[in-house]
């Protein structure tokens, strides 16, 4: 059986406060766009995993479709799978790729084994992996707050627009990004920001990761600077990094970005 796990994109992202089990209190928009991997599992006579296109940083052990094997065979009776991942999406991105991978295989194991497992029971599972992967459950677009892992639906659309995401050479960790911030009381909930017009975003909505990582990092404020030169309503790094998307109301000429960077148009 075979999923196409989806990246995400953060539209702003507020971090409000530092919590006592050393995680950050946030809120963020999670969009879902068209950038995927392939991952497919055959029941097998062991476990196995096997990965292709982009290379993935770490021991196969730690790869999250491994943990969540794990997790899930602690409470049912599993058979091995043989698994097999297509590395599409940046690494390092702030796409959340591997969060992505680990929700999908949940949901890949739910059909292939009849575990009837609901997706809020899928949410619970894959939380212990990541603040990121309860979203690629449904992966509709959803206001996210607490450790980025509590939602509640928006009604957001951007299918009549241009979206363009460009990864620049460069690799930002999660944990060095919320490093750098010092965390913040929003003043007005990106809930209510987020129901303005598109054009009226880049005056509000904001990622509070941009300023520490622009200083680590200028090649990534350099892509935003580009993408509102090249006449992006709204422009705006995802998550902690190092992608950055921008909103367009057509498809931008983008030739001068491309030399350096990776340039995915219509996401
Ligand atoms: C930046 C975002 O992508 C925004 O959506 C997420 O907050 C990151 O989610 P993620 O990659 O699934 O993060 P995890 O793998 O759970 O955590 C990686 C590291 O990020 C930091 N972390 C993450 C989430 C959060 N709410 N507060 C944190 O401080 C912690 O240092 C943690 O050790
Ligand atoms: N299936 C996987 N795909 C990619 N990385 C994985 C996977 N499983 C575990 N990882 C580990 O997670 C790290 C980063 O993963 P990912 O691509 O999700 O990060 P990201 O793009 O920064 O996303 P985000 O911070 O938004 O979750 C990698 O360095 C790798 O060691």
Same mark, same amino acid.
């Given at each position: 059986?075979?999923?196409?796990?989806?990246?995400?994109?953060?539209?702003?992202?507020? &971090?409000?406060?530092?919590?006592?089990?050393?995680?950050?209190?946030?809120?963020?928009?999670?969009?879902?766009?068209?950038?995927?991997?392939?991952?497919?599992?055959?029941?097998?006579?062991?476990?196995?995993?096997?990965?292709?296109?982009?290379?993935?940083?770490?021991?196969?052990?730690?790869? @999250?479709?491994?943990?969540?094997?794990?997790?899930?065979?602690?409470?049912?009776? @599993?058979?091995?799978?043989? &698994?097999? @991942?297509?590395?599409?999406?940046?690494?390092?991105?702030?796409?959340?790729?591997?969060?992505?991978?680990?929700?999908?295989?949940?949901?890949?194991?739910?059909?292939?084994?009849?575990?009837?497992?609901?997706?809020?029971?899928?949410?619970?599972?894959?939380?212990?992996?990541?603040?990121?992967?309860?979203?690629?459950?449904?992966?509709?677009?959803?206001?996210?707050?607490?450790?980025?892992?509590?939602?509640?639906?928006?009604?957001?659309?951007?299918?009549?627009?241009?979206?363009?995401?460009?990864?620049?050479?460069?690799?930002?960790?999660?944990?060095?990004?919320?490093?750098?911030?010092?965390?913040?009381?929003?003043?007005?909930?990106?809930?209510?920001?987020?129901?303005?017009?598109?054009?009226?975003?880049?005056?509000?909505?904001?990622?509070?990761?941009?300023?520490?990582?622009?200083?680590?990092?200028?090649?990534?404020?350099?892509?935003?600077?580009?993408?509102?030169?090249?006449?992006?309503?709204?422009?705006?790094?995802?998550?902690?990094?190092?992608?950055?998307?921008?909103?367009?109301?057509?498809?931008?000429?983008?030739?001068?970005?491309?030399?350096?960077?990776?340039?995915?148009?219509?996401?």
């Amino acid at each position: 059986m075979i999923a196409f796990p989806n990246a995400k994109i953060n539209i702003g992202l507020n &971090i409000t406060e530092r919590r006592a089990d050393g995680y950050h209190n946030l809120e963020t928009i999670f969009y879902p766009i068209n950038i995927t991997d392939a991952l497919e599992i055959v029941p097998a006579n062991e476990l196995s995993f096997e990965a292709s296109g982009l290379g993935i940083p770490g021991q196969v052990e730690d790869n @999250l479709c491994i943990k969540g094997y794990h997790l899930l065979k602690a409470d049912f009776d @599993l058979p091995p799978v043989k &698994i097999h @991942l297509h590395k599409h999406i940046p690494i390092g991105a702030g796409l959340g790729g591997g969060s992505s991978d680990a929700a999908f295989f949940f949901k890949l194991m739910n059909k292939e084994f009849s575990l009837n497992l609901s997706n809020e029971q899928m949410r619970d599972y894959v939380r212990v992996l990541g603040a990121d992967c309860a979203f690629f459950i449904e992966g509709k677009p959803v206001y996210a707050f607490e450790k980025g892992d509590q939602f509640e639906p928006v009604d957001l659309d951007l299918s009549v627009y241009h979206l363009v995401l460009v990864m620049p050479p460069a690799h930002v960790s999660t944990a060095e990004a919320y490093r750098g911030v010092k965390p913040q009381p929003s003043e007005r909930s990106l809930k209510e920001l987020v129901s303005l017009p598109v054009g009226d975003w880049k005056q509000y909505i904001r990622n509070d990761f941009e300023t520490s990582i622009f200083k680590n990092h200028p090649v990534i404020r350099g892509v935003k600077s580009a993408l509102y030169e090249a006449g992006a309503l709204y422009a705006c790094m995802s998550g902690s990094g190092a992608s950055v998307f921008g909103v367009f109301k057509e498809r931008p000429d983008l030739s001068a970005l491309e030399k350096d960077n990776q340039v995915f148009y219509n996401v």
